[in-house]
């Protein structure tokens, strides 16, 4: 069982916005700004998009954001495209390790 | 450009041992740029952390694989490996190596290799 949990699905239409949240069952693994996220396609290794709750790096189109309130991160896309369709996964990093959360898939519709 | 690739058996019978080994290129796996990490995801399931290995050979392991994971690293040939002792038909994989950066200061995992299949199976 995943210590960080995320809807297993969502969806929306090409130019719409969908939210996925990341919410974690211990405060130890979302206490501090080390939640990153992850873009998984099918039959691709995973591409980060999100680091430290919010920074995006070189390359990830703005249209991607996250954040974070209490217990709870969430990533936003915005303006869909077919293309963001895939699967994607938060995690928490701690001294001892990272925890992955179960993962969400996104349909774009 | 940092490059991975993992590398190793595809079948591996139960109660046998799993080793795999990451190449990296276009950095030093000495140098303090990155630390390493394995990662994997059984076909339709979600990402699970096995470990990583910090520059100083240190090592930190998910605490349910703990009792049969080592990652070492191997400065000579530039890669580091994974080890994963008495395997069942639940080991069975895809398993990535990938890679913490400094720029992300070593919490984020920013450079992955495209991962290999493993089965567990007589």
């Known amino acids: 069982q995943s210590a960080l949990t995320q809807p297993p699905s969502v969806s929306g239409s090409p130019g719409q916005s969908v939210t996925i949240s990341c919410t974690g069952t211990s405060s130890d693994f979302l206490n501090y700004n080390r939640v990153s996220w992850y873009q998984q396609p099918p039959g691709t290794a995973p591409k980060l998009m999100i680091y430290e709750v919010s920074y995006r790096p070189s390359g990830v189109p703005d249209r991607f954001s996250g954040s974070k309130s209490g217990n709870t991160a969430s990533l936003t896309i915005s303006g869909l495209q077919a293309e963001d369709e895939a699967d994607y996964y938060c995690?928490?990093?701690?001294?001892?390790?990272?925890?992955f959360g179960g993962g969400t898939k996104l349909t774009v519709l | 450009q940092v490059q991975l690739q993992e590398s190793g058996p595809g079948l591996v019978k139960p109660s046998q041992t799993l080793s795999l080994t990451c190449i990296v290129s276009?950095?030093?796996?000495?140098?303090?740029?990155?630390?390493w990490s394995w990662i994997r995801q059984p076909a339709g399931k979600g990402l699970e952390w096995i470990g990583r290995v910090y520059p100083s050979a240190n090592t930190d392991y998910n605490p349910s694989l703990k009792s049969r994971v080592t990652i070492l690293v191997d400065t000579s040939k530039n890669h580091f490996s994974l080890k994963l002792s008495s395997v069942t038909a639940a080991d069975t994989a895809v398993y990535f190596c990938?890679?913490?950066?400094?720029?992300?200061?070593?919490?984020?995992?920013?450079?992955w290799g495209k991962g290999t299949t493993v089965t567990v199976s007589s």
């Open positions: 276009g950095a030093s796996i000495s140098s303090r740029s990155y630390y």
């Open positions: 990938a890679g913490y950066g400094d720029v992300y200061s070593y919490r984020s995992l920013d450079v």
């Open positions: 995690s928490s990093y701690t001294p001892n390790s990272t925890v």
